[in-house]
């Protein structure tokens, strides 16, 4: 039988002479004499222990790996751990919050530091107070956590319910704005159909527009409602339902004066509906910009529980719509969609923000939509009489429809500015506000201060 060294043994096998020692007195392989070695047992009892070896540590690593998988289970489950997404979904989440409440600060601080007269340490320390009260978001994690969604849901369980009955409230919206196009499609021919659908894109376009544009007042809503300033509510209230009624206004009456001309530009005169249908059209437009105040603030109190209230709508809605589609064809139509606005918009909806939200006569808001309808009203009936005389042709080119809408828009604007604000306590405290938050950028108060 031949012998060999450690090292022939070590380079056979791949390894060091040290490592072939360190085998040597560990019992694994054996010397058949001093530093020599018998090349295949040696070979064969170094493989035996490979196999053994690596089957063992594959059963431990794999035991291990199930008792690590179940001590992070039940760590997830005791909230001890939690996952990467949500993590990352929490930190979004708490960010998104800490920005909503640093864009609300202006709004809110502004009246109470005008009030203060340059009084640093009381500025000082309202705007401390406000910092500390927002950053107060990141003190604990945990509230932006999914994880303890379910935990946080048994202790505050309106939060479900809140949800349910908003989620029929846009459920019933989003039906009611489906049935629209069925049926007119119902009652009127194919073609005019598709003249309407032109008219109904921008009329969508607009009220999406005025929406983007009025949306972040929510989240300030919100925090007034919060503070429980009753006196502060009413008056912000009022200042952002004028601000409605002006916006409702300055929208609808170019559309009414220029949706026409923008018709014969974009596709020619023969696609023009009558003027019966257009007036719908802003009567409808009107009432869905002048809603958004009384929605603002019913979320704020959160008001939802008239869950029968969008399936009355668009009940109403598709009644008034076959009946009216029967009789008139497409003005009968919108009038479904009118008539349910009317009844659950203008009257229900603000029933229920004064009785349950504001424990006031609700008589006072109706009294102040009618006096400030009528406002807007006399501005569109002086600017269409104005507008008479203007040389301006709309129809003439995009650049002419442009021109005058921009006009019209800023004229009439600036009208029902100075009537509302002669008129109106909202439009005053508005014109305030807003002359306030300006603040030293206007050259004039620079040069006082």
């Known amino acids: 039988m031949r012998l060999y060294t450690s090292k022939v043994i070590a380079d056979w096998l791949g390894l060091t002479e040290r490592r072939v020692r360190q085998l040597r007195d560990e019992g694994i392989i054996e010397e058949q004499a001093p530093g020599l070695y018998d090349l295949r047992a040696t070979t064969r009892r170094y493989i035996s222990y490979l196999r053994s070896g690596s089957l063992a540590d594959e059963r431990a690593g794999l035991t291990r790996a199930k008792r690590e998988a179940a001590e992070m289970e039940n760590a997830l489950r005791r909230g001890e751990l939690h996952r990467t997404e949500e993590i990352e979904s929490g930190i979004k989440t708490m960010l998104l919050n800490?920005?909503?409440?640093?864009?609300?600060?202006?709004?809110?601080?502004?009246?109470?530091?005008?009030?203060?007269?340059?009084?640093?340490?009381?500025?000082?320390?309202?705007?401390?107070?406000?910092?500390?009260?927002?950053?107060?978001?990141?003190?604990?994690?945990?509230?932006?956590?999914?994880?303890?969604?379910?935990?946080?849901?048994?202790?505050?369980?309106?939060?479900?319910?809140?949800?349910?009955?908003?989620?029929?409230?846009?459920?019933?919206?989003?039906?009611?704005?489906?049935?629209?196009?069925?049926?007119v499609y119902a009652f009127v021919s194919l073609q005019m159909a598709a003249y309407f659908g032109n008219y109904s894109t921008v009329v969508e376009k607009l009220h999406l527009l005025v929406n983007n544009m009025l949306g972040s007042t929510e989240a300030g809503v919100g925090n007034l409602i919060a503070e429980g300033n009753a006196g502060k509510i009413r008056k912000v209230f009022s200042e952002l339902f004028s601000l409605r009624m002006l916006i409702a206004g300055t929208v609808c009456f170019p559309f009414y004066q220029l949706l026409e001309p923008f018709i014969t530009l974009w596709l020619g005169a023969e696609y023009i509906l009558p003027r019966e249908i257009m007036l719908l059209l802003v009567i409808r437009l009107f009432i869905t910009i002048t809603r958004g105040v009384v929605d603002q603030f019913l979320y704020g109190y959160g008001l939802f529980w008239d869950v029968w209230a969008p399936l009355a709508e668009s009940v109403i809605n598709i009644s008034v719509a076959i009946i009216g589609g029967y009789l008139w064809g497409l003005p009968g139509v919108l009038l479904g969609g009118i008539s349910s606005l009317i009844l659950i918009v203008g009257i229900w909806k603000p029933f229920m923000l004064y009785n349950w939200g504001f424990r006031k006569n609700v008589m006072s808001y109706w009294f102040q939509f009618g006096y400030q309808l009528a406002l807007v009203s006399i501005s569109a009936v002086f600017m269409g009489w104005i507008w008479k005389f203007v040389p301006l042709q709309p129809s003439a080119s995009f650049f002419s429809w442009f021109l005058c809408a921009f006009l019209m828009a800023v004229s009439y604007g600036g009208v029902t500015v100075l009537l509302m604000y002669c008129g109106t306590q909202g439009m005053r405290g508005m014109v305030r506000r807003a002359l306030e938050m300006a603040g030293t950028r206007l050259p004039w108060r620079k040069k006082t201060e």
């Open 98 to 183: 800490i920005r909503g409440r640093f864009l609300s600060l202006p709004a809110k601080l502004s009246p109470a530091l005008a009030a203060m007269g340059g009084d640093q340490a009381s500025i000082f320390d309202e705007l401390k107070h406000a910092i500390d009260e927002t950053l107060e978001e990141l003190r604990d994690f945990n509230r932006a956590i999914v994880a303890l969604g379910k935990e946080l849901f048994k202790k505050y369980p309106e939060v479900t319910k809140y949800t349910k009955q908003l989620f029929m409230h846009r459920l019933g919206s989003f039906f009611q704005f489906q049935m629209t196009p069925f049926l």
